[in-house]
């Protein structure tokens, strides 16, 4: 199985800074016959299912804000947010879906310094 | 508007089961593999199983592989996981979770169905 490992745990920061948040695969997820990663990231909120936020690592879903920003290839992706809002208080994972089992990384929950 | 509803969650012994179903609306449900997914309290997500577009193909987690059974019924638009021998580290909120095809993210999710096991 693929071990997604994300980093840090937990992370805060103020409003309107920048938060980072970094994802790791055991194997690579990038498929060399179409050159695209197979990694996801979701946001959930407390009470709430997970929303897509990012496919193919860096393919924005409809209806995401441009402060979010997903990068990497291979086994090294990040999430980015750009501008931190108060709306943003959630945890955050990534998740390899490359082959089953589909595996997600630990979460990592982001909260305002 | 695409909609999933999973319902059948409650309280059960170990050693109990449980059958959750998946109803879907707002698009064509017999064209899109399914999954379930689980997170377990103070817990992240956790993928359970998966079943292709015509019920023909699944896949299970090790950990639940010859306890949970994936199946659909696409004339009702719903998606079921009949979970038996069920154990305490089974506890868990269970969403379903909807594919574009083979190897795609979960683009749709519905609010989850809570699953406790206790005695």
């Known amino acids: 199985d693929i071990v997604m490992t994300q980093s840090p745990d937990s992370l805060a920061v103020s409003l309107g800074e920048r938060a980072t948040i970094n994802c790791k695969s055991s194997q690579s997820v990038l498929y060399s016959s179409n050159n695209k990663n197979y990694l996801a990231w979701y946001q959930q909120k407390p009470g709430q299912p997970p929303k897509l936020l990012f496919y193919w690592a860096s393919t924005r879903e409809s209806g995401v804000p441009d402060r979010f920003s997903g990068s990497g290839s291979g086994t090294d992706f990040t999430l980015t947010i750009s501008s931190l809002q108060a709306e943003d208080v959630a945890v955050y994972f990534c998740q390899q879906y490359f082959g089953t089992p589909y595996t997600f990384g630990q979460g990592t929950k982001l909260e305002i310094k | 508007e695409v909609q999933l509803v999973e319902s059948g969650g409650g309280l059960v012994q170990p050693g109990g089961s449980l059958r959750l179903s998946c109803a879907v609306s707002g698009f064509t449900f017999s064209r899109y593999w399914m999954h379930w997914v689980r997170r377990g309290p103070g817990k992240g997500l956790v993928w359970v199983s998966r079943?292709?577009?015509?019920?023909?193909?699944?896949s299970y987690a090790d950990s639940v592989k010859g306890r949970f059974t994936i199946s659909r019924d696409n004339a009702k638009n719903t998606l079921y996981l009949q979970m038996n021998s069920l154990r305490a580290n089974d506890t868990a909120i269970y969403y379903c979770?909807?594919?574009?095809?083979?190897?795609?993210?979960?683009?749709?999710w519905g609010q989850g169905t809570l699953v406790t096991v206790s005695s």
């Open positions: 979770a909807r594919v574009t095809g083979y190897n795609t993210p979960l683009d749709y």
């Open positions: 079943i292709n577009s015509d019920g023909s193909s699944t």
